[in-house]
């Protein structure tokens, strides 16, 4: 293939694509600066990508300056889209609002306008707890529009915890949500309030003693004269906190100008190019707006494409996506696997939908949608299983770096699809050879991505050691992969627990890395075991030498980890074995550490 | 033609017979004279001899020692060249000259070196009760002493150093006067035979993982203790020469009878085998390595060594090889096993009697040779005479066989040489050589050359530093030959063995049923299994194992079950899905599921995984009635296959599993069903004892009376033999049948055993199973179609057979329809 026409469709058969992809790879340079000359620049960008990831180190569109929110709205309303719906916001009331992107514009600037008067400056930052709302993406549009970095922090986190997180970002406002959606947190902004003490705080939504709306916030600002800002394309647009280490926030930051321009094509990808018809105008985001991919999928990448955003204020019912599907002009879904489930129950398992239509696409964030589900899909929300499409994210991806396509040949039920265009993943043993066709083992990238996050300030050194320390010079997911004969990918497991511990989700591997950089300690494994009260860390534990005092050892490690990481991280039992269960392809055999942990099996 | 070779061999023959007669005659007549004249010589040699005699008596032995040995040998020629061999060592040992034996190990030139330039060393040897030690000066041992560790005394690396040193101090010998230290080596890890400059990385391997724990590992830690403590001024040579280690072993000598232990050449006293191969070769004049011998060392311990161009390619060790005064040596591994298992002896003891409780102290009581001989010539009964004369006997052949077992190779052995303790002993060395029955030139040296050996090494080293080897070179590079040769060894021929049997013979074990299997599925095509609930780890593993054991894929696998379980399983057990061999089926409804698949014939067979077996029982019944592949009157049942060690056949019986308590009508079908597995065994005409708790009909036992009218319905059939009522001993043991005049046609030799109810059965399933070491396949029959249930506690083996008779069965029964269709 000489110059494949990148502007208009996607192959549709599979070798093409193959081929396609191929050549996206070995020009990734010249296919990331196509894609990226789609956007509007206010300075171009005179290099590509600088990256090494031995330190590692990741930097796209160098010295280019771009202004998301100008690309989101302005650039689109030129298109002539002013009066399309750009924010549909499905409330608990029954009441439904549109915002075109006219509207939406006005209503970001004159916040934005709000923000300039109030001294906030490019570099700042805001942070956003507030569920899914249009006063989120008014807010995060906003502040993009002026350089601000903003910092969603999850609506299931208890105050403490915001307040923490509001703290570590050096936020200079928040705005929040008293959500009556959560019950047992009445009165949280009112506690987040006592522990911030004078740090502005704004209400999304009902009026509340002594804190001002965001409606009274914007007041008579005025946003006429605004100038937009000029961020560098490694200016950070957003940041997200995963883990709060004892002394330390670790989380992701992303890039202005990668994250947008690759929300921009793997959304146009997935929703628009490989569908020769029947294009989603909207995409209904249920998505929660904490994460990465929501940014890229439920708010930049939409937007950025011109496709309304559709968000629901409530719990998800068959009813409201019926509604959605009769009112709204051909919207696709943005949901977890969960959701699908989630409707299969309240329909029944012979229930068909109120309506005739389907979504012309779903995409589903997080575990492949299992082949059943797809099965289930068919027919019932999609017209085709290919329809139902998988997209692979981590917290540190942005986008999505594997996914299927919503066409018969590029899209397989359950399977994880493949490579994004322009990025390649690789399966590698534990032992660091390349793995065959079917056999499974790591997913790792040997070269960086648009929208890879990098560290939050003072984490560096531990998002080497947590991600460039098993492969050297290559980025490891934890996930466990095979790719079939006609290359699609297939999750097989995942390397890393997530273990919840006092309502936060802490991976395995965050406290095998703290464990192993312990003197006393050659390898380590953490298993969540369940316990009556909850979920216990258990650890095995490794030593590098012969212990003479294995209590001594023991205490030294919970100290470690307690200071390193907290109290709430400290296994509650630590094994000390002289090795781990392996497999011959050395793989960590989990599910007998698991029955050791639960005290099924003996160690022995 | 013909008639001219027959006459040329006719001519050559008359030849050579002419010259045997003659040769022979010189033989006789030169044997007898030698024994005389060397009788004579040796009666001297005990008076003493002056030097110049001495030199004129040497030099004829050489001369002819020269002749003999290039003469074409015979056993006469060969006793005469051993005895005259063993005369001139004898002789030199007697005379004044006592550095002689390390002269002949060091060689002329480099011997004339040393005695002129005069080096000073001292040499190590710890052992278990003391460590010995001597002082060299030039080629003379100019002081020895054995420094014994009191019994009161700790026994530490540090005391046997302060020892020496304190024992040097009191005989004057300043440390710091040495030019070098010589050190008894120790197990360190093996390493080819020589000289090596001592390294620290050798007290690393002796302390961290010696390969044996024994004394003799202080010998390098002391060595360099007290070089330190001699001072920097000086830089002492250290060295280590032939350790017990050594490894020259060639790849034919390190296979054994079983894939799983391999043998190395460590554990021997290598360093008195090269010093007396060395010694001989001398004495014949010739170098070293053009010399092939066998040397033995005869002492507390005993190994025996075949050199090979310089190297020790063949062993017999001292721990698993020949008995010895204190060591038993290699015994009948099966006389062992059923020793151990009649709990006659425990591993323990067994570990004992091969280290220190064995041989001699075993068979006599005492470990002292000496002691037992001095007690056959006074105060020994007759009885005890002739049992001392069966032990001397006993090791005789045993030495003698050892050394003849390792001319194996076919090589051409020169000499022969014993040594140690026990060739001290003329009616001992004389049983051996009359073993040997001159095939060999038998030497004797009697005693011990390590020190010389040691001495030797240091003095080389010395003088010719070129010679000393670097251990962690030798080392690494043994390792990584040792570790080439293991691949070779362990490279698969044929995955599992396959035994192949005629066709349609019996089929009297697992593992034949298992073959049978392989072989219908060569000729048919691997069927599909469906795992019905496959996120279990049993059912991965037995899928896995199944296609793994043998030289092909036996059966695709269809795994039915949560799709994320499924795939983190297979992700685990590094199973690989490739949707050909193994596929995912995701589904939240197995059993329905599976039932489609079968119907549709996209699966062959089906397999119980983590369903609950009355959910799969009952969705499979279902299927069967509606299909209507179940007639009237047939049932479902389990049949169990047993491989019974002690028992020559396999036996079968029904119901342990799943028929509760059936009435008589369910029983027949079982026993049809039963017969069918056994027919499929390619046995003709099954022997079916119906069983009860007796062999005669009791009124009050309800079972016998059933056992009757069952038996009566099958007796005009002849594809079997049915009879009941009978016990189980009349129907398993032909002994019992016979003493209680049983006078059916089953005599204790019942192929199936049809119990009354579950609970009889499953007894018998697990009294057997986890009683008498039996091993069970399993399958479920209904109507013609197999499932396969296997249950946690089954073995690897157990599965893969409850698989194949399944998949025999099916293309069994296939074929069968076939043919009536």
Not at chain 1, 359 to 372: D, E, S
Not at chain 2, 71 to 86: E, K, V
């Amino acid at each position: 293939m000489e110059n494949p026409d990148l502007d208009q469709k996607l192959p549709a058969r599979l070798d093409a694509f193959r081929r396609l992809h191929r050549h996206t790879l070995d020009h990734r340079e010249q296919f990331w600066a196509a894609q990226a000359e789609r956007l509007q620049w206010q300075t171009a960008f005179s290099c590509v990508v600088k990256e090494d990831f031995s330190r590692p180190m990741a930097s796209w569109f160098c010295h280019g300056q771009i202004n998301a929110a100008q690309n989101a709205l302005h650039r689109i309303i030129e298109t002539g889209k002013g009066e399309s719906p750009a924010l549909v916001f499905y409330q608990k009331s029954g009441h439904v609002d549109t915002l075109t992107f006219n509207e939406l514009k006005n209503r970001v600037l004159s916040l934005a306008a709000a923000f300039h008067r109030d001294d906030l400056v490019p570099g700042d930052c805001i942070a956003l707890n507030l569920p899914n709302c249009p006063e989120f993406i008014i807010s995060a549009l906003a502040a993009a529009y002026l350089g601000i970095t903003y910092l969603p922090i999850g609506c299931h986190l208890p105050a403490s915890i915001v307040a923490e997180d509001v703290t570590a970002s050096r936020a200079k406002l928040v705005i929040m949500a008293d959500s009556n959606a959560y019950e047992e947190k009445k009165g949280h902004v009112q506690t987040v309030r006592a522990l911030l003490e004078d740090l502005p705080i704004l209400i999304s939504d009902e009026k509340l003693e002594g804190v001002p709306t965001l409606e009274e916030y914007v007041g008579q600002a005025d946003p006429s004269g605004l100038e937009p800002a000029c961020p560098q394309a490694d200016h950070p647009l957003f940041a997200i906190y995963e883990n709060r280490l004892a002394g330390k926030h670790v989380g992701s930051v992303f890039p202005t100008g990668g994250f947008l321009v690759q929300a921009h094509t793997s959304f146009d990808d997935i929703f628009n190019k490989a569908l020769v018809q029947d294009k989603p105008r909207m995409i209904v985001n249920t998505l929660d707006m904490c994460k990465a991919h929501t940014q890229a999928y439920g708010l930049w990448g939409p937007l950025t494409n011109g496709t309304g955003i559709i968000l629901i204020d409530k719990k998800i019912r068959v009813n409201t996506i019926e509604e959605i599907l009769n009112d709204q002009p051909n919207p696709a879904l943005l949901c977890r696997p969960t959701l699908i489930s989630e409707l299969r129950e309240q329909l029944g398992q012979e229930g068909q939908l109120n309506t005739a239509k389907r979504f012309p696409v779903i995409a589903c964030c997080g575990n492949a949608l299992p082949p059943r589900l797809v099965k289930y899909a068919d027919g019932i929300l999609v017209n085709g299983p290919e329809r139902v499409v998988n997209l692979w994210v981590q917290s540190k991806s942005g986008t999505a770096l594997l996914n299927s396509y919503p066409t018969p040949e590029l899209n397989r039920p359950g399977a994880l699809g493949f490579g994004a265009l322009g990025v390649e993943p690789l399966i590698m043993s534990d032992f660091g050879e390349p793995c065959k066709t079917n056999i499974s083992g790591n997913l790792i990238f040997d070269r960086s991505w648009p929208a890879m996050a990098t560290a939050t300030i003072g984490t560096a050194e531990h998002f080497k050691k947590t991600y460039f320390s098993k492969f050297p010079g290559c980025f490891f997911t934890y996930d466990g992969v095979r790719s079939d004969k006609d290359g699609f990918f297939w999750f097989m497991g995942r390397l890393d627990d997530i273990i919840k511990v006092k309502g936060q989700g802490l991976g395995a591997s965050l406290i095998e890395t703290m464990l192993t950089s312990h003197p006393l300690v050659e390898e380590a494994a953490i298993i969540g075991a369940q316990d009556t009260s909850g979920e216990d860390i258990v650890a095995f534990v490794v030593p590098r030498n012969p212990i003479q005092d294995e209590q001594k050892c023991i205490n030294q490690i919970k100290d470690y980890i307690a200071d390193k990481i907290g109290r709430f991280a400290v296994p509650k039992k630590i094994i000390i074995t002289d090795q781990l269960p392996k497999t011959p392809t050395g793989k960590l055999f989990r599910s007998v550490l698991r029955r050791i942990a639960a005290g099924e099996e003996p160690l022995d | 033609m013909s008639a001219k070779l027959r006459n040329k061999i006719i001519e050559a023959v008359g030849e050579i017979g002419k010259i045997n007669i003659s040769m022979s005659a010189f033989e006789r007549d030169l044997t007898v004279t030698c024994e005389a004249w060397l009788a004579d010589l040796s009666e001297q040699i005990k008076q003493g001899m002056g030097t110049s005699d001495a030199m004129i008596m040497k030099s004829d032995l050489s001369a002819v020692i020269e002749i003999l040995i290039k003469s074409p040998p015979s056993p006469g020629i060969n006793t005469i060249i051993g005895d005259a061999l063993t005369m001139m060592l004898e002789m030199e040992r007697a005379g004044q000259d006592k550095s002689c034996v390390i002269q002949r190990l060091l060689g002329p030139s480099l011997a004339k070196e040393a005695r002129q330039n005069e080096m000073k060393f001292l040499l190590l040897n710890p052992g278990t009760p003391s460590t010995r030690i001597a002082a060299y000066q030039g080629l003379e041992q100019v002081h020895s002493f054995e420094i014994h560790v009191l019994p009161d005394e700790e026994d530490s690396l540090d005391h046997r150093v302060k020892a020496v040193a304190a024992h040097l101090d009191r005989a004057g010998i300043d440390l710091a006067s040495f030019d070098g230290i010589a050190c008894q080596g120790g197990f360190l890890k093996p390493i080819p035979s020589g000289t090596y400059r001592v390294v620290p990385e050798m007290v690393t391997d002796l302390v961290e993982a010696p390969l044996r724990s024994h004394a003799s590992n202080m010998g390098i830690p002391m060595g360099m203790e007290l070089a330190r403590m001699a001072g920097h001024q000086k830089d002492l040579l250290l060295t280590t020469t032939d350790p017990f280690v050594c490894d020259e072993m060639d790849l034919v000598d390190r296979v054994t009878g079983f894939i799983k232990i391999k043998r190395n050449g460590a554990g021997a006293h290598y360093l008195n085998h090269k010093a007396v191969w060395r010694i001989v070769a001398s004495l014949m004049n010739q170098a070293p390595e053009q010399v092939n011998a066998v040397t033995a060392h005869v002492g507390g311990g005993t190994s025996l060594a075949a050199h090979r161009q310089g190297q020790v390619t063949m062993l017999i060790d001292a721990y698993s090889g020949l008995p010895s005064t204190s060591r038993s040596g290699a015994i009948d591994i099966d006389r062992v096993i059923k020793a151990i298992k009649s709990k006659e002896i425990s591993i323990r003891d067994l570990e004992q009697v091969l280290d220190s409780r064995g041989g001699l102290l075993s068979l006599v009581g005492t470990n002292d040779f000496y002691a037992m001989i001095g007690f056959l010539r006074q105060g020994a009964t007759p009885v005890q005479r002739k049992k001392i004369e069966l032990v001397q006997n006993f090791l005789a052949r045993k030495i003698a066989g050892g050394m003849l077992k390792l001319t194996a190779d076919g090589a051409d052995v020169r000499v022969m040489a014993i040594t140690g303790g026990l060739a001290k002993n003329p009616d001992m060395m004389h049983r051996v050589k009359q073993n040997i029955a001159g095939r060999y030139p038998v030497v004797t040296m009697p005693g011990y050359f390590e020190h010389e050996a040691l001495a030797a090494g240091q003095i080389r080293g010395y003088y010719a530093s070129e010679t000393l080897k670097d251990y962690e070179t030798e080392r690494n590079a043994l390792e990584k030959r040792r570790h080439d040769e293991d691949a070779l060894i362990d490279t698969p021929v044929f995955k599992r063995e396959i035994r192949f049997k005629k066709k349609g013979a019996p089929l009297t074990t697992l593992d034949d049923i298992i073959d049978a299997a392989y072989l219908t599925v060569e000729e048919n095509y691997a069927p599909t299994i469906a795992i019905v609930g496959a996120n279990n780890e049993e059912a991965i593993q037995a899928a896995k194992r199944a296609n793994e054991e043998g030289r092909f894929r036996i059966s695709k696998f269809v795994l039915l079950g949560d799709f994320q379980e499924i795939s983190q399983m297979a992700y685990e057990y590094d199973l690989v899905i490739d949707n050909d061999n193994y596929t995912i089926f995701d589904t939240e409804n197995p059993v329905e599921e599976a039932v489609n698949l079968l119907d549709e014939g996209k699966v062959d067979i089906l397999m119980k995984g983590s369903i609950h077996t009355e959910d799969i029982l009952r969705g499979f019944f279902k299927y069967l009635k509606a299909s209507g592949r179940l007639q009237k009157g047939q049932v479902m049942s389990h049949t169990a296959i047993v491989d019974i060690p002690t028992r020559n056949k396999l036996l079968a019986f029904s119901d342990g599993a799943l028929n509760t308590y059936p009435d008589e009508e369910k029983r027949v079908a079982i026993l049809e069903n039963a017969l069918k597995v056994v027919h499929n065994l390619n046995i003709k005409v099954p022997k079916v004892a119906v069983v009860s708790a007796v062999e005669n009909v009791n009124r009050s036992v309800d079972s016998s009376i059933e056992a009757e009218r069952i038996a009566a319905r099958f007796a005009d059939r002849d594809d079997c033999i049915v009879e009941g009522p009978l016990s189980l001993d009349v129907a398993m043991d032909p002994a019992i049948a016979k003493e209680k005049h049983y006078t059916g046609r089953i005599q204790g030799n019942a192929d199936v055993l049809i119990l009354p109810d579950i609970d009889s059965g499953n007894i018998l399933w697990k009294t057997l199973t986890t009683q008498s070491g039996a091993a069970l396949a399993g399958v479920i029959l209904c109507g013609d179609m197999p499932l396969i249930l296997t249950s946690r506690g089954d073995s690897t083996r157990s599965k893969l057979a409850s698989l194949s008779l399944a998949i025999k069965f099916y293309f069994d029964i296939k074929k069968e329809n076939g043919v009536a269709s």
